[in-house]
């Protein structure tokens, strides 16, 4: 569907060629081959124009591509900034601005919203069951990798975990606590980081009114994966609780439901943690809606350039308003004065100037530019040709901040338009952006032709190298703050915008992926790859007598040998159940074992004092399904575990060696090999072994 180079690859000269030798056989009249004859003239002509579809079909434009792909159901992932959570060890509370700037090298980080840290501290977290509290504060130490079980040995219900406060954390709207949980042995991701498949877990705060609910977004999965929890403080007023082997505030989570396939364990805690995301604004805009004083605090320190915009009576659009420091004739402006290192007020008045904004929502707007932009920040003019590009100041964009600013004239003089990419209505002008790349592409100019395009707010990000690894110290560009800021978690979420050719590797790689449970590896594949669950084997086989597939399926356990829980099987029955072929019947099939007893007698080398241990170590080796990558039903063949011992370096031969299954009903012996069960795996039995020094 998109590639069709074998068009483009035969050149006007190969296909005339064609034409020329193919005439005797179309025409045995035709025998005046000069390029005087009117008939080669027109055959040359077709044959040129040939060429030339040939070469336009293979260079189609960037809007006729993505259509294609948006025809398969593939529409390109838009850039993201990555989210960093943050901690500091601060002395006293300080307050974060919005827009405050962090940096790791040339990296940029900024919050998005005022924020004040170090206030509040954990002074204790405690575990308790029914054999009552157990401390586990040292998960709060960083220093300290020991894990702790989150809801003891059992997970049973009703078993809880506290939280100790020293301050009242109400001053937060949300508090953001992170937990590291112990390695989860490669769980499959789930789409939604919220779903709750193994527990379920209510989150309360300690009141006035006793413990009450609060509400909770768990990314942890109720403690199954690391992530952050984020609590969004009660309207009641918290209290000290004593009721803890530590007095102070509380939060706590309650076990409600338990189906743990893996006992959760926690590594460390890291709480009151702030977020930032990784950019770096260049141009900022922001909109009031008064009409007479308005008071902004720049984000980009002190060296900026301002513009002020103002809605009039007449029309949607804006006026652009000259900034003044005093007496000024009539025209668009207004006085502007600097009350704070950073911060500007600006006065309209329609009595002195003769102009001034009318009284409606949003009736203001200011753009803050760095002198980086400033300098360059008119980008072109609209011609209003198809697929019209400009080229853009500045490469990998955050597209939810960007905006270009229209300039067009009438009768009254120049007016603004703020048009932000892929908006589309009646007239508007309608763009992409190509945010990784730093341009436009002008798919309709609407009522703009002739426009001259401005940068509007803009801010640039390093797209998945954002997602810095956990760890790392950041410092502030505020020199009133001296501390030193570190992540405990690594950065998520940040990426550049799909382009196309990513677009066509996605597109490619999805063609080759099964949905749809045909082949036995298909069913497998899907199995192992269901959502949120854990599975170290599956194995698919037919059971050709009533056509049904039979799946059976090893989890991930903290037992030796994994029972098949009952989520697991209800999690696996839904995802095949809308794969199947339909006049295909499956049945998901608990796993089995079955031990295998060995005899041997070796002759060993001399000097060799661990000799057995190697060799007993070897046998099981071969023989553990459980630890090694043999399947269910798989044969155990003499001749590889015969192999796997005479290979070793302390033995000089084998005298005797014998296989036999424990359970004849789950696995048979047939020449020497063992023949497991389709849903049996081998796991070391009785193991029988004399070493005989050999003279050697």
């Not at 590889?640 to 070793?648: G, P, Q, R």
Request: proline letters at 4%; hydrophobic letters at 35%; glycine letters at 6%.
């Amino acid at each position: 569907m998109l590639s069709v180079d074998e068009l483009k690859s035969r050149t006007y000269k190969e296909r005339i060629q064609d034409v020329m030798s193919e005439l005797p056989i179309r025409s045995s009249e035709w025998t005046n081959y000069n390029p005087s004859d009117p008939g080669i003239t027109i055959l040359e002509d077709l044959t040129a124009y040939s060429t030339m579809q040939g070469d336009e079909i293979v260079t189609l434009s960037y809007r006729a591509k993505m259509a294609l792909l948006k025809m398969a159901g593939f529409i390109p992932a838009r850039a993201k900034c990555a989210k960093v959570l943050l901690s500091a060890n601060l002395n006293s509370p300080v307050t974060l601005k919005n827009g405050e700037k962090f940096h790791l090298g040339n990296m940029c980080f900024e919050t998005n919203k005022e924020t004040t840290v170090g206030s509040c501290r954990l002074l204790g977290v405690f575990s308790k069951d029914e054999n009552g509290f157990r401390d586990i504060s040292f998960v709060i130490d960083n220093d300290i990798r020991v894990p702790a079980k989150v809801f003891g040995d059992k997970c049973s219900v009703g078993s809880s975990i506290y939280f100790i406060i020293d301050h009242n954390p109400q001053l937060f709207r949300e508090v953001i606590f992170y937990f590291k949980m112990a390695d989860n042995r490669g769980r499959n991701p789930t789409k939604d980081r919220t779903e709750h498949i193994f527990a379920d877990i209510t989150w309360e705060c300690y009141t006035d009114a006793g413990f009450v609910g609060i509400n909770a977004r768990d990314f942890t999965g109720a403690f199954v994966n690391s992530g952050e929890v984020r609590l969004s403080m009660p309207r009641e007023s918290m209290l000290e609780y004593d009721g803890a082997p530590v007095k102070g505030y509380c939060i706590r989570a309650t076990l409600m439901r338990s189906d743990y396939d893996i006992i959760p364990k926690m590594i460390n805690l890291y709480s009151f943690l702030f977020e930032v995301w990784q950019k770096d604004t260049k141009a900022f805009s922001q909109s009031f809606n008064k009409n007479d004083r308005i008071q902004i605090t720049s984000p980009l320190g002190s060296d900026v350039y301002y513009q002020v915009f103002a809605k009039e009576k007449k029309g949607p659009s804006f006026r652009k308003y000259e900034t003044v420091n005093g007496v000024a004739p009539k025209g668009r402006y207004c006085t502007a004065k600097e009350t704070n290192p950073g911060t500007m007020t600006f006065t309209f008045s329609e009595e002195e100037f003769g102009y001034g904004p009318k009284k409606s929502k949003e009736c203001v707007r200011v753009i803050i530019y760095n002198e980086e932009i400033m300098r360059q920040y008119k980008v072109g003019k609209v011609i209003g040709y198809d697929d019209q590009e400009i080229e853009l100041p500045v490469k990998n964009i955050v597209n939810e901040t960007f905006f270009l600013i229209a300039e067009r004239k009438d009768e009254e003089g120049f007016y603004y338009d703020f048009v932000r990419p892929e908006k589309k209505n009646y007239g508007d002008l309608y763009y992409h952006l190509l945010e990784g790349e730093g341009k436009i592409i002008i798919e309709d100019p609407g009522d703009y032709i002739d426009a001259d395009l401005f940068m509007g707010s803009v801010a640039v990000m390093d797209g998945d190298k954002g997602n810095i690894i956990e760890g790392c110290k950041l410092t502030i560009d505020n020199p009133a703050i001296p501390a030193v800021f570190y992540n405990p978690a690594a950065g998520t979420g940040g990426g550049y915008r799909e382009n196309l050719d990513r677009l066509k590797e996605r597109f490619l790689k999805d063609m080759k992926t099964p949905y749809r449970a045909v082949t036995a590896d298909d069913y497998e594949y899907i199995v192992k790859t269901t959502p949120g669950l854990c599975i170290r084997k599956a194995k698919a086989v037919l059971a050709n007598s009533d056509n049904t597939v039979k799946v059976v399926v090893l989890p991930e356990s903290d037992e030796k040998f994994p029972k098949l829980p009952g989520i697991y099987i209800d999690k696996i029955t839904d995802r095949l159940s809308d794969r199947r072929l339909l006049a295909t019947k499956f049945a998901i099939v608990k796993p089995c074992f079955v031990p295998i007893g060995v005899k041997c007698t070796a002759y060993v080398k001399r000097h060799y004092a661990s000799a057995e241990k190697q060799i007993e170590e070897s046998i099981r080796n071969q023989i553990d399904y459980l630890k090694s990558d043999r399947n269910f039903g798989e044969k155990l063949r003499f001749e590889d575990v015969f192999s796997a011992i005479e290979e070793l370096d302390c033995v000089d031969h084998i005298y005797n060696l014998t296989l036999h299954s424990e359970n004849g009903k789950l696995a048979t012996a047939k020449e020497y090999d063992i023949y497991p069960r389709y849903d049996v795996l081998c796991y070391p039995g009785d193991i029988q072994l004399e070493i005989v020094t050999s003279d050697k």
